[in-house]
Each structure stands twice: as C-alpha cells, then as structure tokens.
C-alpha cells in the first residue's frame, strides 16, 4: 500500500457562529493543526471578532482572504486591490501576527495570474507576508454532500504533500468533517501544521519560484 501524502488543512471565508465553533472542537479533539484565512469584513461583527480570536488562542494561525472576497486581486486596479489586503490586515490587528499569512481570492479556486497583480504582490512582499496557495480543492462550497468522497480521492490521488481548502461557511458541509478527517487518519496521512513550499509563493516576503505564475499586470487606470 502506497504511504499516505502528509496534508495541510486549510479553512476559508469564515468566521461563521453556526459552524466555526464545532469546526474548531473537531479540531482540538482529534488534535490536527488547521490554518483559518478570514473575510476582513466579518470581523466588523463582535461575535464573528471573538471567533477568529478564539481559534487563534487555541493555536490556529489566521490568515487575511482579503476585505470582502470579491473580485479576485489580479482583476482589479493595483490601488485596489492593495486596499483589499491593507484594511483586512487592520481589521485582523495582532491576531495576523507573526506570519502575516495571506490568501488570494481565486474565485472559486483556481489558480493562475487572476490571484495577485503587481502592486499587491510588492505589498506582500513589503510587508513581509507570508502567501498560501493550495492545491487540493474538493468542493465543500458549493457541494456540500459530495465535496468529502471528492477530498478523499484528491488527497488519494496526490504525489506530493497535499493543501487543502475547505469552507467554514453555513451550508451543512462541514457536518461531514469529523468522518473525513477521521479517514484521512486512518490512512496514516501526517496533518502539516506548516504549509508545504510548493503552495507558498511568497514567505515572510521573499518570493518563491513559482510567485510570477500568480501575478497579472495592473490594468491600466
């Protein structure tokens, strides 16, 4: 039997009262690391705040997945889009600390140009932020009943350390999460609480190999 790839468990577009709770009580119990990259606008919210704070005293880093998780960055003007990371990393406020960890929008996950355009990738990298891409996107989002069996086969499939995104968003997917990660554990996959290079473009502003691959230009004014 062929050994399972190690997987990095990654949750997007929180935080949410209804699901990140027991998303997080998951977690703790069966004692996997998790990232959590959050829509800056939700922490205008008190409670939605308390949430992210909670997950990040519980030792879940947080991520900025942009202000408001709209048009992807690479799409939209260079003062724009670097507005879009700025005001979710003022929002965020030390709970970004100290990895910096960003997460582009990719638009129902697809990689490519569309992800960054240059001015936000030289604010990244100014920054010293850390960039998280992924490479393993089963569709919790928008198939809430199908996305485990399809996260199983991308993880089964994998010949290399695998990134995972899921959602932590109200739409009855992650009821399924216990089941899933308690298969991934019964294959022996190793949970990474760092994620694997080849999905890490930019770190602590150093750019990567493979960060040109993300990057559009600006359109012009």
Do not use: Y
């Amino acid at each position: 039997m062929a050994t399972a790839q190690p997987i990095c468990l990654t949750f997007d577009n929180g935080p949410e009262p209804e699901v990140t709770p027991g998303v997080l009580t998951i977690l703790a119990r069966r004692r996997i690391p998790a990232m959590f990259f959050v829509v800056g606008e939700k922490l205008r919210d008190p409670a939605r705040r308390a949430l992210a704070a909670r997950a990040r005293a519980e030792g879940f880093p947080i991520g900025n997945h942009t202000l408001t998780h709209g048009t992807p960055l690479g799409r939209r003007g260079g003062a724009e889009a670097v507005a879009e990371i700025k005001a979710c990393d003022a929002l965020l406020g030390d709970l970004r600390e100290p990895d910096r960890l960003f997460r582009p929008n990719g638009g129902g996950g697809a990689l490519g140009p569309h992800l960054l355009n240059a001015s936000a990738a030289r604010h990244l990298q100014a920054g010293g932020h850390t960039v998280v891409l992924w490479n393993a996107i089963p569709r919790d989002f928008d198939d809430p009943e199908g996305w485990p069996e399809r996260a199983l086969a991308q993880h089964a499939a994998a010949t290399g350390p695998v990134l995972m995104v899921l959602h932590d968003l109200p739409n009855g997917a992650m009821r399924h999460l216990d089941r899933v990660l308690g298969r991934l554990q019964d294959r022996g996959a190793e949970f990474l609480a760092e994620p694997p290079a080849s999905c890490v473009p930019i770190r602590r502003g150093i750019p990567a190999p493979g960060l040109a691959a993300c990057i559009s230009q600006d359109p012009m004014p």
